[in-house]
């Protein structure tokens, strides 16, 4: 067999390798947004009902949580249902 030819098919693996684990780091940083997003709305509602003061304000904080979490959770299982190399 040929250099060239030995050397293509000793790397061969290396671009999967790769791709698997771009896509691991893909369902990574996905993964890290979700939870920062639900960090984001737990922290400015928490904000808001603070300021605000009112019971109202309480509710409706908690209620907007609730859901932010909520849907953070199912993005986050869909994530991990998702087979590696599916993105």
């Known amino acids: 067999m040929p250099t060239s030819?030995?050397?293509?098919?000793?790397h061969a693996g290396l671009g999967e390798r790769y791709a698997a684990a771009v896509t691991e780091r893909s369902r990574f940083d996905e993964l890290a947004h979700q939870v920062n997003n639900?960090?984001?709305?737990?922290?400015?509602?928490?904000?808001?009902?603070?300021?605000?003061?009112?019971?109202?304000?309480?509710?409706?904080?908690?209620?907007?949580?609730?859901?932010?979490?909520q849907r953070t959770r199912e993005q986050?299982?869909?994530?991990?249902?998702?087979?590696?190399?599916?993105?």
């Open 5 to 10: 030819r030995r050397a293509n098919v000793r």
């Open 38 to 69: 639900l960090l984001a709305t737990i922290e400015i509602q928490a904000e808001v009902a603070r300021t605000l003061g009112s019971e109202q304000a309480f509710r409706d904080a908690l209620q907007l949580i609730h859901e932010s979490a």
């Open 76 to 87: 986050v299982e869909r994530l991990r249902e998702t087979p590696s190399g599916d993105g």
